[in-house]
């Protein structure tokens, strides 16, 4: 059963909040997937469509649009902070990193993606046993 408070942004639930089991199936894989690369390193938005293609994590790639708007949707959320960095070529480049609450989401993300993978393996062990 979901505590939330409603006047509580979702990450900050406890990790077996099933308000967080709601919201990573709304933001899909692309958020963990997204704070995972940032819990390595920080990164500006280019260079972070280059590293999820790199690491295969998603089936299809979401279009370089797509990966912006959810990074500054996790900005607003409070999981992400940014900073301009000045590059040697070229204009100024947003640094996305991981906070602490990003942290948490990340965490209780990779529970939730344990418990799928479960089920998932059981399903297909009940099909193969059909055979």
Not at 64 to 70: D, L, M, T
């Amino acid at each position: 059963m979901c505590d939330h408070d409603k006047n509580k942004p979702h990450h900050e639930c406890k990790s077996d909040c099933s308000c967080k089991t709601q919201e990573l199936k709304i933001g899909g894989f692309l958020i963990p997937c997204l704070l995972l690369l940032l819990k390595r390193e920080s990164s500006h938005g280019y260079a972070l469509i280059e590293k999820l293609r790199e690491a295969t994590f998603l089936e299809n790639m979401p279009d370089p649009g797509a990966i912006y708007r959810y990074l500054r949707n996790l900005e607003e959320d409070g999981m992400v902070d940014s900073v301009l960095k000045e590059g040697s070529k070229g204009p100024a480049r947003k640094i996305y990193s991981l906070t602490s609450e990003g942290e948490d989401y990340l965490k209780a993300s990779v529970e939730i993606i344990k418990r799928r993978k479960q089920s998932m393996e059981r399903f297909i062990e009940a099909y193969e046993d059909c055979y």
